[in-house]
């Protein structure tokens, strides 16, 4: 009788020690997973936070360069575009990623453009306003850097739970799935050839 209750015993502390290992799991998928769309949202945040200097730069190049018109549309073309490619953080796969990025290219290599422009005009370069707007877009692209790199490593680290044993058997069962990476664009690991 006595040995029925130990044994008995045993196996509620087993049930009870998984329920709350399963629980536990969850909990902490659940967290992670939040964390990778709340660093997503950041990311997304100062793309916005570009797109809104974008206005103000055009029209004070417009000011300046009123005959580059083709250059100028083009930017505002990019950045339609680029505020229209919403990606939804459910759905955080490497495909949407990647057009989510291109449409931010897009708008790069806009600006790329606008900036060969403006080297044409030394009053522009040497107007105040001009120089705020440039130097906050610059910050900007910073952030950008810094807000892909944490949303890497909060993608990392998520994955790398969900990906542990017995962790992934839980995750399975819940429907956790591995969410992808921001990369680099391809050729970006070879230096650019320059000539003189």
């Known amino acids: 009788m006595k040995k029925s209750y130990i044994i008995v015993g045993v196996i509620v502390l087993l049930i009870l020690f998984s329920i709350f290992s399963i629980v536990g799991s969850y909990n902490n998928m659940v967290t ?13 945040n100062v793309y916005q936070r570009r797109a809104d ?16 018109k083709e250059t100028l549309e083009g930017v505002v073309e990019a950045r339609a575009k680029a505020t229209q490619t919403k990606v939804d953080v459910g759905n955080l796969d490497a495909a949407a990623i990647q057009k989510f990025q291109a449409a931010q290219d897009g708008l790069s290599s806009a600006l790329s453009r606008l900036m060969v422009v403006v080297e044409k005009y030394p009053d522009l370069k040497a107007n105040q306003n001009f120089l705020e707007l440039q130097a906050q877009l ?5 952030r950008i850097a810094v807000e892909r790199q944490r949303f890497n490593d909060t ?13 992934n058997i839980w995750a399975g069962m819940f429907g956790f799935e591995k969410k992808d990476y921001f990369e ?8 650019p050839t320059v000539e003189f």
């Not at 992670?32 to 997304?44: D, I, L, N, R, T």
């Open 138 to 142: 610059e910050g900007t692209e910073n």
């Open 184 to 191: 680099a664009k391809q050729g970006a690991d070879e230096a």
């Open 155 to 167: 993608a990392k680290d998520y994955n790398t739970y969900i990906r542990k044993f017995p962790k």
């Open 32 to 44: 992670k997973e939040e964390s990778v769309a709340g660093q997503w949202s950041q990311v997304e």
């Open 53 to 68: 200097l974008i206005p103000n730069l055009v029209a004070t190049v417009k000011g300046y360069a009123g005959h580059e």
